[in-house]
């Protein structure tokens, strides 16, 4: 079992920059890792994802502006966000799962970190 904290959200204007970090108490060297994001009133939502083997993909909206990569030994799962977008407003969650999982973990949503940008 893993414990996720998510920080490195703040306040930023349109085109500025921000990196989240994911910190677990154990290497995931053998867990697929993901970001998710939860506007106001809205559903969750994937933003990026990572595997064990190091493979990525993010949602559509994210690409070429988000970069999500990791650092097995540390226990620590980043996403660097550029050219932030008012639209990336939101609460952003990490989680994992095993590779073979078709799930996520539930028990592991934290708070989360907010991220706001402004116009």
């Known amino acids: 079992q893993v414990q996720l904290v998510e920080s490195g959200g703040g306040s930023v204007q349109a085109g500025g920059s921000l990196r989240l970090a994911c910190a677990a108490s154990r290497t995931l060297s053998d867990y697929v890792v993901a970001w998710f994001r939860q506007p106001p009133g809205k559903e969750r939502e994937l933003v990026a994802r990572i595997t064990s083997g190091g493979n990525t993909n993010y949602v559509d909206s994210a690409k070429g502006r988000f970069t999500i990569f990791r650092d097995n030994a540390k226990g620590m799962v980043y996403l660097q966000m550029n050219t932030l977008k008012p639209e990336d407003t939101a609460v952003y969650y990490c989680?994992?799962?095993?590779?073979?999982?078709?799930?996520?973990?539930?028990?592991?949503w934290g708070q989360g970190t907010q991220v706001t940008v402004s116009s």
């Open positions: 989680n994992v799962k095993r590779d073979i999982s078709i799930v996520w973990t539930p028990e592991y």
